[in-house]
């Protein structure tokens, strides 16, 4: 039977500008893992996809530059294997509301 993997990773990077965080697919996902690119063979096409899977998650886990990040591995049909994931956005305090000044002279 016919399967193809999908591992995909998602980014939440906080900046001077942007401090309530960018979401963002990271550079390079999805990949795409089809057993016809694999003899046919669905063990070894979900090995290449897990092997992908660990190692970004293990990149994440060694970068300690992101708020928040999400690393997936499912299925074409939706079914998801197993997802991986780390933090979340930041909380960005509200600024508070300028006050007037009273003018003494008025």
Partial sequence: MRNIYIVNATQVVTSESHPEGMYSVLSGYS???????YEGNEDKTLRMAKSV?????????????RAMWTVTLEMANGKQITRESFGGFPIVP???PEIPEENENE
Avoid: G, K, M
Wanted: hydrophobic share 35%; proline share 4%.
């Fill in 31 to 37: 990949r795409y893992f089809d057993t016809i690119n």
């Fill in 53 to 65: 899977f660990h190692a970004q998650q293990s990149a994440f886990e060694a970068a300690d530059n």
């Fill in 94 to 96: 509200e600024p508070e």
